[in-house]
């Protein structure tokens, strides 16, 4: 069974970076499209990017010019980072995984989410 | 972006009732959309995609209908393990959307 685990600080300040890793067990991180979605406090779910295993990238436009999604094959992990924080980008952050032969979605495997506070 | 209305924004019935999620797309997405349930705590499951295909281990009771801009999500006949959160997905467009959820509650 493929389990997903977030992990990272759960409080940033403003204007720093963001850092999130989701450890990927029970599977391996090659052949599938990995999203990072988050979830600000009483509102919808927001997809913020997706990484391949080998590397390839597309974020969502209103984070692109903010955010960096990395994978590391080896400790079959993936990584997003984001920075100039606000306190808009208080939210859950879930790790997720797209259905094999897909991209965008739909997403069969997700982690239980980390929340993340911006605040000073 | 495409945008998803989800509606009742929440939905009170009782188990062994029969429970209809809408979902409307602000633009057609084809059959490109996917329901996922979520409880407090845990990860989101996926339930459908495709419109009408049920994702692995998921529960005949759990169907899906729809094309182009409406969509709906039926239970048959609801179990209490079926009270949460649940959630519409487009990906026709880019970037993939979320609906704001349905809240199914006991009645």
């Known amino acids: 069974q493929v389990q997903l685990q977030e992990s990272g600080p759960g409080l940033v300040k403003p204007s720093e970076t963001l850092s999130l890793t989701c450890s990927v067990s029970?599977?391996?991180?090659?052949?599938?499209?990995w999203s990072w979605i988050r979830q600000p406090p009483g509102k919808g779910l927001e997809w913020i990017g997706y990484i391949y295993h080998s590397g390839s990238t597309n974020y969502s436009p209103s984070l692109k010019s903010r955010v960096t999604i990395s994978v590391d094959t080896s400790k079959n992990e993936f990584s997003l980072k984001l920075s100039s924080v606000t306190a808009a980008d208080t939210a859950v952050y879930y790790c997720?995984?797209?259905?094999?032969?897909?991209?965008?979605?739909?997403?069969?495997?997700w982690g239980q989410g980390t929340l993340v506070t911006v605040s000073s | 972006e495409i945008v998803l209305t989800q509606s009742p924004a929440t939905l009170s019935l009782s188990p062994g009732e029969r429970a209809t999620l809408s979902c409307r797309a602000s633009q057609s997405v084809g059959s490109y959309l996917a329901w996922y349930q979520h409880k407090p705590g845990q990860a989101p499951r996926l339930l459908i995609y495709?419109?009408?295909n049920r994702a692995t281990g998921i529960p005949a009771r759990f169907s899906g209908s729809g094309s182009g801009t409406d969509f709906t999500l039926t239970i048959s006949s609801l179990e209490p393990e079926d009270f949460a959160v649940y959630y519409c997905?487009?990906?026709?467009?880019?970037?993939?959307?979320f609906g704001q959820g349905t809240k199914l509650e006991i009645k």
């Open positions: 029970g599977g391996s991180i090659s052949g599938y499209y």
């Open positions: 997905q487009q990906r026709h467009n880019w970037p993939p959307t």
């Open positions: 997720a995984r797209s259905l094999r032969g897909y991209s965008f979605g739909p997403f069969d495997y």
């Open positions: 495709d419109t009408s």
